[in-house]
């Protein structure tokens, strides 16, 4: 069992950075692939990015391909998303996910464990 805890977020404007970390305790990361995963208020949560177990392939929704990238510290038993050229509509909470597997995972029903969220506000 992993636990999640994530970090990173805050308010930001138009066009700023941010970048967001998962630590992961109880086991190590490099065991699981990962998520990020995005709810707005009033609305779904969807996933933003994806990465398999050892780093090996990445998924990006369209929203943010380009401006984010999902990346893992072993060493740090970290999982991080880096987030460029913020705009409004990435306002959100941001999860962290991980999931028992070898795969590529995009739907947020499949993963086993869960952070508690972090806060990401971007004005314009």
């Known amino acids: 069992q992993v636990q999640l805890v994530e970090s990173g977020g805050g308010l930001v404007q138009a066009g700023d950075s941010l970048r967001l970390s998962c630590a992961a305790s109880?086991?190590?990361?490099?065991?699981?692939?990962m998520g990020w995963f995005r709810q707005a208020p009033g609305k779904e949560r969807e996933i933003v990015a994806a990465i398999t177990r050892g780093g090996g392939r990445t998924y990006y929704a369209d929203s943010v391909k380009g401006r984010f990238t999902i990346s893992g510290d072993n060493a740090k038993n970290t999982v991080y998303l880096q987030m460029n050229s913020l705009k409004p509509e990435d306002t959100a909470v941001y999860y962290c996910?991980?999931?028992?597997?070898?795969?590529?995972?995009?739907?947020?029903?499949?993963?086993?464990?869960w952070g508690q969220g972090t806060q990401v506000t971007v004005s314009s």
């Open positions: 996910a991980a999931r028992n597997g070898g795969g590529l995972y995009t739907r947020n029903s499949i993963y086993d464990y």
């Open positions: 109880g086991r190590t990361v490099s065991s699981y692939a």
